[in-house]
């Protein structure tokens, strides 16, 4: 019994140990950015969108964990000019044809698996929420000095957003709109 109470009481300090060496970094909104692209058959579009908040966890140098909140309704259209069809484009994708800000205006990513692969450079896998539907989505991330990069390729249709989807739909032609939308996320932190 003895030893199971200082076998306990070792198990506990290690923790304590673990969790005070590892720290959290929040990141700095205002400097951090996300830019979309979205393409159809016959073009593309993109734009940008903030972050509400976030954090990047660290044991060290290397990271152990990370969790974002976007401001979905703050989808903004980067490659129309104002009275140029940019308005429209960004009410339509805040409408409830694509995103539904207005019923859900945050979307997450949390972090649920990290793989350290050489110098900075991990492979992440994280639960996407959007419009109140969860998935996985894996990714590359590089982590250097205050900075961390990502490319990601998210599968609208997986989050019911099937606006003018070759792959619900028929017959669109060159009105097709493609069902994958790429995300390049820049945090400073």
Same mark, same amino acid.
């Given at each position: 019994?003895k030893n199971l109470k200082?076998?306990a009481?070792?198990?506990l300090?290690?923790?304590?140990?673990t969790?005070a @060496?590892?720290q959290? &970094?929040?990141i700095d909104?205002?400097k951090?950015?996300?830019?979309?692209?979205?393409? &159809?058959v016959t /073009?593309?579009?993109?734009?940008?969108? *903030?972050?509400?908040? /976030?954090?990047l966890?660290?044991?060290?140098?290397?990271?152990?964990?990370?969790?974002?909140?976007?401001?979905?309704?703050?989808?903004?259209?980067t !490659?129309?000019?104002?009275?140029g069809?940019k308005? *429209?484009?960004?009410?339509?994708? &805040?409408a !409830?044809d694509?995103? /539904?800000?207005?019923?859900?205006?945050?979307?997450?990513? $949390?972090f649920? *698996?990290?793989?350290?692969?050489q110098?900075?450079?991990?492979?992440?896998?994280? %639960?996407?929420?959007?419009? /109140?539907i969860?998935?996985?989505?894996?990714?590359?991330?590089? $982590?250097? %000095?205050? *900075?961390a990069?990502a490319?990601?390729?998210v599968d609208?249709t997986?989050? !019911?957003?099937k606006y003018? @989807?070759? @792959? +619900?739909f028929d017959?669109?032609?060159d009105?097709?709109i493609y069902d994958? +939308? %790429?995300?390049? $996320?820049?945090? @400073? +932190?």
């Open positions: 019994m200082t076998i009481l070792a198990f300090a290690f923790t304590a140990t969790l @060496s590892a959290t &970094k929040k909104a205002s951090s950015n996300i830019t979309w692209v979205g393409k &159809k /073009g593309s579009h993109e734009g940008i969108i *903030k972050f509400k908040e /976030g954090a966890a660290f044991k060290g140098d290397k990271l152990t964990a990370g969790n974002f909140v976007v401001n979905m309704t703050s989808i903004n259209v !490659d129309l000019k104002a009275g069809g308005e *429209k484009l960004e009410g339509h994708l &805040k !409830d694509f995103f /539904g800000t207005e019923k859900y205006p945050l979307g997450t990513l $949390v649920t *698996k990290i793989a350290a692969k110098n900075g450079l991990y492979t992440i896998t994280a %639960d996407l929420t959007l419009k /109140g969860t998935h996985p989505v894996t990714f590359d991330m590089i $982590v250097k %000095d205050a *900075k990069n490319a990601l390729i609208r997986k989050y !019911d957003i003018k @989807s070759g @792959s +619900f017959g669109l032609g009105a097709t994958n +939308f %790429d995300l390049a $996320v820049e945090l @400073s +932190f």
